[in-house]
C-alpha cells in the first residue's frame, strides 16, 4: 500500500455536489492499494500513520501525532498513486490490486484507524471525487508498506 500524507488544517471530499467527509485539523490521506498487498499492510499504514509526529509541540517542533492531538483522518481511495511512468508518457495502473481487493483492503484500513482511536471519514470508492485541502505547513509524507527496510 502506498500513501500520501498531508498535514492539514482542514480537507472535504464532495461526490456530486454531496459532502461525504470533511474534517478540520488532521491527516488527509491518499491511498492507493497495490496487487498482492494484504490486511498486514494495512495494519502497518494504520499504525505509522496515526502515530506519525508531523504536528507541532509547544516549542515548535514536530512532535505530536493526529492521536495525540484529538484530529481527525480523512481517507480517499486513489489507485492512481500506484502509476507507473518509467516507460512512455501515459502511466501504466497494472499494479494497482483489482477494485473488490483494493475496497475491501481501503475499508480494512480505515477501521484500523479508528480503532487506534482517530476518527476517518471517507471519499466515495471509484467515485469521481472533488478533494479540497488546506494544507498545513506544507507538510506531506509518503508512506509505503512495502518499503519498510
Do not use: W
Amino acid at each position: 500500500m502506498r500513501a500520501v500524507v498531508q498535514r492539514v488544517s482542514r480537507a472535504s471530499v464532495t461526490v456530486d455536489g454531496t459532502v461525504t467527509g470533511a474534517i478540520e485539523k488532521g491527516l488527509m490521506v491518499l491511498l492507493g492499494v497495490e496487487e498482492g498487498d494484504t490486511e498486514k499492510d494495512g495494519e502497518y499504514l494504520a499504525e505509522k500513520i496515526t502515530g506519525l509526529r508531523v504536528f507541532e509541540d509547544e516549542e515548535g517542533k514536530m512532535n505530536k501525532s493526529v492521536k495525540d492531538l484529538g484530529g481527525k483522518i480523512l481517507a480517499v481511495s486513489q489507485f492512481t498513486l500506484l502509476g507507473d511512468c518509467r516507460h512512455g508518457k501515459r502511466p501504466s495502473f497494472i499494479a494497482a490490486a483489482r477494485p473488490e481487493q483494493a475496497k475491501a483492503l481501503y475499508e480494512d484500513f480505515m477501521e484500523r484507524c479508528k480503532a487506534k482511536g482517530v476518527p476517518t471519514e471517507a471519499g466515495i470508492f471509484q467515485a469521481d471525487m472533488l478533494v479540497s485541502l488546506d494544507n498545513d505547513g506544507p507538510v506531506t509524507i509518503l508512506v509505503d508498506s512495502r518499503k519498510v527496510f
